[in-house]
């Protein structure tokens, strides 16, 4: 195996091992750099990681794989099989929504079951839901082939695309759209959720997000074997057979600049490394505000970034449950339980700051796919409720009401695992204040900046710094956004900003 000599013109630094840390590494790896990514953690995977404790493992975090294609060209930009490193299942159905009359909604990747489910729910709605599926498509020819891999840093990008905005009605609401399609309330829902996957108030994110349908049509709804953690693991094996160094435990303070250009980076023990070339795959808050504290900032300053909206909190209650796998068999690999609101609900959340004694609840019990998540014949589950986030003038003090809100929870899952947690045998619990500690996420939201219209493409932090020269950023705070398609395709915009390192000589390495 061949591996670049290190010289200062080809080393890169990633702060992060996300997975947006860790495509950008494989990227830049390809590209012929020497890179180092420095990781707090102790593994690799970010919010995509995973934690073991008494034979279960807990994915901590996105558990549904989607646009497949969007790791298949990755690892081929490296000169890899994605299919040789990381196995991935289709997954039918995708999940099951439910709501409090008793009523669910199934989705599939096949139309004509999907039409059968909209026709068993609202027989009127079947012609609203089809149109839906037309406006789907159209945004996502706009918003997910024509920008989500694109570098959107210079303002003419964003504009140049508003004509087309207008035609598909961009500022209208996901919910709008819903609206105006359906007039089921448990459909609108239905249609209409899916930006609370990375982080948006439905009743204010783009219809542009109705892509997301077309995505999930066309391309199915996927679980890798091992959970994300083991695509963390394998880009891991990636960027080392490129030469590349992935350093866990270790944390980065600050950036170092140098008249307006990246110098490397001072370490929390006050090392520092040196690099002409740095990638953050830190929120894009914690880079400007904490980062970045010692340079002046022209864009990103601390008011700039107050004035943002974040993304909601996220409290989750991972647990391990003993002889369980033959139990509650109606209860599938992703389960999707309703409060009696959804508007007022949403509102608490994103606007007032309430901790509401109702919830909405997304349910994960991977060891119907994968049996290594537990013990034979033992569950692994985690249950995941959309909450406030730090931000708001009263935030809620997570130390005194986390044990209230799990009883509260406990009593909303009972419904759909009756006796459960009398076979709980392990559990752990993460908090925003959790998120804030654990990932440095500013007002400890889940997904980082809010996906508003007004805070995505150009008006989003850009992948590259106009607040230092050599500083590019990945992950959920940057273009294209959170999830892990977005995360993984910031590192593609990446590569189209950062040219090829300087051609050095190699030196012959023993392969591994």
């Given amino acids: 195996m061949l591996i670049p000599d290190?010289?200062?013109?080809?080393?890169?630094?990633?702060?992060?091992?996300?997975?947006?840390?860790?495509?950008?590494?494989?990227?830049?790896?390809?590209?012929?750099?020497?890179?180092?990514?420095?990781?707090?953690?102790?593994?690799?995977g970010g919010r995509g990681s995973s934690i073991t404790q008494d034979g279960h493992r807990f994915d901590l975090g996105p558990t549904i794989i989607t646009v497949p294609q969007v790791y298949e060209n990755l690892w081929a930009a490296c000169g890899r099989d994605f299919h040789k490193d990381v196995d991935l299942r289709p997954m039918d159905p995708f999940y099951e929504v439910r709501w409090p009359d008793g009523s669910s909604f199934t989705a599939r990747q096949d139309t004509d079951a999907m039409l059968a489910e909209v026709a068993r729910l609202s027989p009127g709605d079947v012609k609203g839901y089809k149109r839906f599926l037309r406006d789907s498509e159209a945004c996502y020819k706009v918003g997910f082939e024509g920008m989500v891999a694109k570098p959107m840093h210079r303002i003419w990008e964003t504009i140049k695309v508003l004509p087309t905005f207008a035609r598909l009605r961009a500022d209208r609401s996901i919910l709008g759209l819903a609206k105006a399609r359906v007039r089921d309330a448990r459909l609108r829902m239905a249609l209409s959720f899916h930006p609370l996957f990375i982080g948006g108030d439905p009743?204010?994110?783009?219809?542009?997000?109705?892509?997301?349908?077309?995505?999930?049509?066309?391309?199915?709804?996927?679980?890798?074997?091992?959970?994300?953690?083991?695509?963390?693991d394998a880009m891991v094996g990636v960027i080392r057979s490129q030469g590349g160094q992935v350093r866990?435990?270790?944390?980065?303070?600050?950036?170092l600049v140098t008249d307006?250009?990246?110098?490397?980076?001072?370490?929390?023990?006050?090392?520092?490394?040196?690099?002409?070339?740095?990638i953050s795959n830190a929120d894009a808050g914690h880079t400007y505000k904490h980062l970045l504290r010692n340079s002046p900032r022209k864009r990103w300053t601390d008011k700039k970034l107050k004035s943002r909206r974040?993304?909601?909190?996220?409290?989750?209650?991972?647990?391990?449950?003993?002889?369980?796998?033959?139990?509650?068999?109606?209860?599938?690999?992703?389960?999707?339980t309703n409060a009696p609101r959804y508007e007022g609900l949403l509102k608490d959340i994103f606007i007032k700051g309430n901790?509401?004694?109702?919830?909405?609840?997304?349910?994960?019990?991977?060891?119907r796919t994968d049996p290594s998540v537990a013990p034979a014949g033992d569950d692994t589950f985690y249950v995941l409720s959309p909450v406030p986030h730090l931000g708001f003038d009263k935030p809620v003090d997570w130390a005194k009401e986390a044990a209230n809100y799990k009883a509260k929870?406990?009593?909303?899952?009972?419904?759909?695992?009756?006796?459960?947690a009398d076979r709980i045998v392990t559990e752990m619990t993460l908090t925003p204040a959790d998120f804030r500690d654990r990932y440095l996420s500013p007002n400890g939201s889940g997904f980082s900046i809010e996906p508003r219209i007004l805070q995505s493409a150009w008006f989003r932090p850009h992948n590259i710094s106009e607040e230092a020269r050599g500083l590019f950023l990945v992950?959920?705070?940057?273009?294209?956004?959170?999830?892990?398609?977005?995360?993984?395709?910031?590192?593609?915009v990446l590569g189209k900003l950062v040219p090829d390192a300087p051609a050095m000589p190699a030196i012959k390495v023993a392969a591994e």
């Fill in 310 to 336: 974040w993304s909601m909190g996220l409290f989750v209650w991972y647990f391990g449950t003993k002889g369980t796998a033959d139990m509650w068999p109606d209860i599938g690999h992703h389960t999707i």
């Fill in 409 to 420: 929870m406990q009593a909303e899952v009972e419904k759909s695992l009756p006796g459960f």
């Fill in 248 to 255: 866990h435990g270790v944390e980065v303070d600050e950036i």
């Fill in 260 to 278: 307006g250009a990246v110098q490397g980076v001072r370490l929390t023990n006050s090392d520092t490394i040196p690099a002409q070339l740095v």
């Fill in 6 to 44: 290190q010289t200062d013109s080809n080393a890169a630094i990633v702060i992060g091992a996300g997975l947006g840390g860790l495509a950008a590494a494989m990227r830049l790896g390809a590209k012929g750099y020497c890179v180092t990514v420095l990781d707090r953690l102790d593994r690799p």
């Fill in 475 to 492: 992950g959920a705070g940057t273009h294209p956004g959170a999830g892990v398609p977005g995360v993984i395709s910031s590192a593609e």
């Fill in 203 to 232: 009743r204010h994110v783009t219809a542009m997000y109705s892509l997301v349908a077309y995505l999930e049509k066309q391309f199915g709804v996927h679980y890798a074997m091992g959970g994300v953690q083991a695509i963390a």
């Fill in 355 to 367: 901790l509401a004694d109702d919830m909405s609840l997304y349910i994960h019990r991977p060891a």
